[in-house]
């Protein structure tokens, strides 16, 4: 939850609560989402305004993993899970996802470090780059902050985190901004070792300095953290006019406290509310108060140790424990578990255009689909024609302009097709699942034998392309430009995440006579990439020619195309924050039916700075292809993985589509029907 102002207090007073402190040769628990949300914000090339530089944002993780590797630290990465929302959570999460809203609807080059949101797949891509090396990922089934602190404290584990709330646990928490990553190697006689710089929290100093038992310490942050009393309640009559600053506020809560025996804390703290608003401060209570002997899921999971934490469905029905285990090992985001308890599907930010339709609207048939998969578990034998499943609602947020509104939906309809049972998902043939798969994806049998043509590790990649093109229209120079990211991003690894064509899966493969794509991605020349990058360098496509440039932003005009690419499309990346949503939910619908096509981290082929750059210099030149003829081997894939496309799509997205835009959240729900 965290309280406003108390890290800032801690750093202010510098050695009085912290200490300098080397980190090595230890375990520490990570507030995985503290730590990926901030090696995110403090670097410089993310470009956020372009809507996710994922390799680049690969190697940032690796980096920093690499780091904790050489000095032998062993990290528990921790994720929030998605259940726990109350109604005082709700409110608080609501603000947060207006302010979210804001940020993504205002951010430009020019203010993108103001307005960075964190990307759609930062989650994703930060977990990968924790299990490439090993590192043990959990995804906690609530918000994680009191387990993980209860889970430290019990194991005397440091925590490494910026949230204030493991401050009032009372554990050994490291600031996440007083790790010094350039000041790492240590030297001793006949022996070299390495270490993290730091600063560690010193929670038995922090009590004496207050002359708190340690006992009475999470109440502060009750007392500190929360806007449902008046503050100025705790203090005297006369000092109820007094403006506290936050040192005054600390020190009047103290001394409240010191008044009381621990037993008594809660209902006095209780007394202070009106009656309506009591429940809620209950549970706020109990999340910050007699935290000692409460189980934890991750001691169970972690330790094999203590009591298993039984999840139930909306319908109150046990989960399936495959899927239980699915989730604490962060195979499924935490929104999958609200879906299947609660019925509701939350706002999504990502940069778009304010005027556009919501970008997760060309998505929703997927949701639905998915949505239908886990709520099978509550309601048996569905059929996306059923009668019953009209019944059962969905409860979605929607941008609508400029502000988030909600709508109950079915949550599916379509042809009829049974729906495979969340509980069943396990034992079913693969390609019972790869059918359901192809149904809510609308894909025909000749287009599922198509993609297969393709790399395995691209295959949802295309698949997704092809939902995305029939769903919103893309314009040519924006399918292309997808087409042309793909295959340089895959082939040459000139973008940040280190595939290059010696990694490559295909690379080694002498070619399949009967496989034309696969034939002609396995005999890429390493000369004609160079090439090709170097083409795409002297035409401003690429981060490296224009590495600060002043964007000026601009529309599309048909009647004077500009080749000019410093100029700033925000359509443009609407219409890829679109493809990355239907990419998002492909994706997790395939892992949640077990895989029916091959698992990829085909994002990392995603710079979305790159592949704007690259929209526009298409869109300027017709004629685009015919730049890489003197690349030979480049030429005749991107030839032919056009061509091929072209005939996944019956050659739609070479039409213009402009004009079917559509224009507001009725129009689109319309058509979804919902």
């Known amino acids: 939850m965290g309280i406003r102002g108390l890290f800032s207090y801690i750093e202010k007073q510098g050695d009085k609560f912290l200490k300098d402190h080397e980190l090595t040769s230890t375990t520490v628990i990570v507030d995985a989402n503290n730590l990926a949300v901030t090696i995110y914000k403090s670097s410089y090339d993310m470009d956020p305004a372009f809507g996710g530089n994922y390799d680049k944002l690969f190697a940032k993780y690796c980096d920093f993993n690499s780091l904790l590797k050489q000095c032998n630290i062993t990290p528990i990465m921790v994720l929030n899970g998605g259940l726990g929302v109350d109604n005082r959570n709700r409110n608080k999460k609501m603000k947060n996802r207006l302010d979210r809203l804001r940020k993504s609807t205002k951010c430009f080059p020019g203010n993108q470090n103001r307005n960075n949101v964190f990307p759609l797949f930062g989650e994703e891509v930060f977990i990968n780059a924790c299990k490439m090396f090993n590192f043990k990922v959990i995804q906690n089934d609530f918000e994680a902050d009191e387990e993980t602190a209860l889970f430290a404290k019990g194991m005397h584990y440091p925590v490494l985190s910026s949230d204030s709330d493991f401050l009032i646990f009372g554990v050994k928490q490291i600031p996440l901004n007083s790790l010094n990553r350039g000041m790492m190697a240590k030297y001793t006689p006949g022996k070299r070792s390495s270490s993290l710089k730091c600063k560690i929290f010193l929670a038995d100093k922090f009590v004496d300095y207050l002359s708190l038992p340690s006992t009475h310490l999470p109440y502060l942050g009750v007392l500190l953290g929360d806007d449902l009393y008046d503050f100025k309640s705790l203090t005297s009559p006369h000092n109820a006019q007094k403006n506290f600053n936050f040192q005054s506020r600390m020190d009047v809560a103290a001394s409240w406290l010191r008044q009381h025996k621990i037993d008594d804390v809660p209902v006095k703290i209780l007394s202070l509310v009106e009656e309506e608003k009591k429940e809620d401060l209950k549970k706020l209570l109990a999340y910050y108060g007699k935290t000692e002997g409460k189980p934890t899921a991750l ?17 109150n029905r046990a989960l399936p424990q495959w899927f239980m285990t699915a989730s604490r090992e962060a195979m499924f985001p935490p929104w999958i578990l609200r ?21 997760v609207l060309p998505a929703m048939d997927i949701v639905k689909g998915l949505s239908a998969v886990l709520l099978s578990h509550d309601y048996r034998n569905i059929s996306l024609e059923s009668t019953n499943v009209k019944v059962a609602q969905l409860t979605v947020q929607f941008r609508s302009g400029a502000t988030i509104e909600e709508r109950n939906i079915p949550f599916y309809e379509g042809q009829c097709v049974t729906v495979p049972n969340l509980e069943d998902i396990p034992l079913l043939p693969l390609g019972t699942k790869e059918r359901f798969f192809n149904q809510v994806m609308k894909l025909n049998d000749f287009q599922s034998r198509t993609i297969k043509q393709f790399p395995k590790d691209i295959q949802m990649f295309i698949g997704s392309m092809i939902f995305w093109n029939n769903q919103t229209n893309p314009s040519s120079h924006q399918v292309d430009a997808l087409i042309m990211m793909l295959v340089v991003q895959r082939s040459v690894g000139k973008y940040g995440h280190g595939q290059n064509q010696a990694s490559d899966p295909f690379a080694a493969m002498e ?35 224009i590495a600060k440039p002043k964007y000026k932003v601009s529309r599309y005009d048909n009647a004077a195309k500009s080749s000019n690419a410093c100029k700033y499309y925000k359509r443009t990346v609407h219409k890829y924050a679109e493809f990355q949503m239907i990419l998002y939910f492909v994706t997790y619908m395939n892992r949640l039916l077990g895989c029916p096509y091959p698992e990829t981290n085909s994002v990392l082929c995603f710079n979305g700075f790159f592949l704007h750059n690259l929209a526009s210099y298409i869109f300027s030149n017709s004629n685009w292809i015919e730049t890489f003829s003197t690349c030979k081997s480049v030429y005749r894939l991107l030839k032919q993985v056009v061509l091929t496309f072209s005939s996944l799509t019956k050659g739609q997205y070479k039409q213009d589509h402009s004009n079917e835009r559509l224009r507001n959240l009725d129009d689109m729900l319309m058509r979804l029907k919902v």
């Open 511 to 545: 070619g399949d006579p009967n496989n034309t794509i696969k034939n002609l991605w396995s005999r890429l020349d390493k000369s004609d990439c160079d090439l090709a990058i170097k083409i795409l360098e002297d035409r401003g496509c690429t981060q490296k020619s």
């Open 299 to 315: 001691e169970y999971f972690l330790k094999g140790s203590g009591k298993e934490i039984i999840i139930n469905s909306k319908g």
């Open 339 to 359: 879906i299947v308890c609660a019925q509701e599907f939350f706002y999504f930010a990502q940069v778009e255009e304010l005027k556009e339709p919501y970008s």
